[in-house]
């Protein structure tokens, strides 16, 4: 088993490193283009490796850090794909089973993550706090998922802004990630949650600039 662990940590940390490095350059750089897409394709696979490979490996050793993060990227990194394929549900197009298979299995993660997050926080621990963060958060995700796979769309282009809504956040889950581990200095609190704090913002912003552009050359 130890050398099953090993080879899994090699693994999460050569595709951590490769998600981290393609998502900032697709965060800095223009999107929508060819690179951007090439890049994005690099960001995808290898997020989705990492989640894995950290899934196995919080089972494995029954780490709570590293289950949060392999679930939510996973989550965050697949469906932000997904929705890329689902571009017509407001002209009948129907979600397929692996979509409805990630929102549900989801749900049950978050819920679990908000209830034990209540039961940490009442015990005085700071973990029950990143808890409810990231339970609250996915189950705001999951709802906006169900409410689109019904038809309820209030923007065309809603495809496009939940795929740059959940890949940003797939690329906020890699820093944490790499923040956490290598954290030195800030109190853990601060900084499990400081590349939320700061990046979620700008999550806003990308999405109202990108989705008026698309709007105009649409038009």
């Known amino acids: ?9 090699i693994i999460h940390i050569v595709a951590g490193c490769i998600g981290l490095f ?3 350059i697709n965060i800095i750089r223009r999107k929508g283009d060819t690179p951007h897409r090439l890049v994005g394709k690099y960001f995808y696979f290898s997020m989705l490796i990492n989640a894995i490979a950290g899934f196995i490996m919080s089972v494995i050793n029954q780490n709570l850090f ?6 939510f990227s996973f ?14 549900i407001d002209k009948g197009q129907s979600p397929k089973t692996i979509d409805w298979i990630l929102t549900i299995t989801m ?8 209830i034990f997050g209540f039961y940490l926080v009442f015990n005085d621990k700071n973990m029950g706090i990143v ?22 769309i209030r923007n065309k282009n809603y495809w ?10 797939a690329y906020i889950a890699s820093l944490t990630a790499f923040l956490v581990v290598n954290n030195t200095y800030l109190p853990p609190i601060i900084t499990w949650l400081l590349p939320t704090i700061i990046l979620t913002p700008l999550i806003f912003y990308w ?7 698309t709007l105009i050359r649409r038009k």
């Open 1 to 9: 088993m130890e050398f099953v662990f090993k080879f899994l940590l």
């Open 22 to 24: 393609m998502g900032t």
């Open 66 to 71: 590293l289950l949060i993060v392999a679930v």
């Open 75 to 88: 989550y965050m990194t697949a469906t932000g794909q997904r929705f890329l394929y689902l571009k017509r």
């Open 107 to 114: 749900i049950a993660f978050a819920s679990c993550f908000i």
């Open 131 to 152: 808890l409810l963060v990231f339970g609250f958060i996915s189950l705001m995700m999951t709802r906006k998922d169900i409410s689109l796979y019904k038809g309820n």
């Open 160 to 169: 496009l802004l939940i795929h740059i809504q959940r890949m940003t956040g």
């Open 207 to 213: 999405s109202k600039k990108n989705a008026f552009r």
